[in-house]
């Protein structure tokens, strides 16, 4: 088991920016890929972002040019900056977990462990 606690969220207006923490109490997070999700009110959990064990990264289209993940494996950390935000990216946002550190991959079944998320809100 890894616990995962993310933080940074909170009340922003369209077109701020800001930054989510995932912190992991796990020795071994440097072998692991980490994803972001998020999950808005009546919708199913979707694919925001993922980076593996070497720095790769993937988007979803929807952020795409807007959101950066990146990780610092010294503080077993990972982030998502998050600019021009929109009402749209309103939700909460987990990160989680994919023990295959080599993956890129954005189902929700491809990670294991998951953090409690932290609420962002946007307001236009």
């Not at 925001?48 to 503080?75: E, H, L, P, Q």
């Amino acid at each position: 088991q890894v616990q995962l606690v993310e933080s940074g969220g909170g009340l922003v207006q369209a077109g701020d920016s800001l930054r989510l923490s995932c912190v992991a109490a796990e020795g071994t997070f440097r072998n692991y890929a980490m994803g972001w999700f998020r999950q808005a009110p009546g919708k199913e959990r979707e694919f925001v972002a993922a980076i593996n064990w070497s720095g790769n990264t993937r988007y979803a289209d929807s952020v795409k040019g807007r959101c950066t993940i990146s990780r610092d494996n010294a503080k077993n950390t990972v982030y998502l900056q998050m600019n021009s935000v929109k009402p749209e990216d309103t939700a909460v946002y987990y990160c989680a977990v994919n023990r295959l550190g080599y993956q890129l991959r954005s189902g929700v079944s491809e990670y294991v462990y998951w953090g409690q998320g932290t609420q962002v809100t946007v307001s236009s």
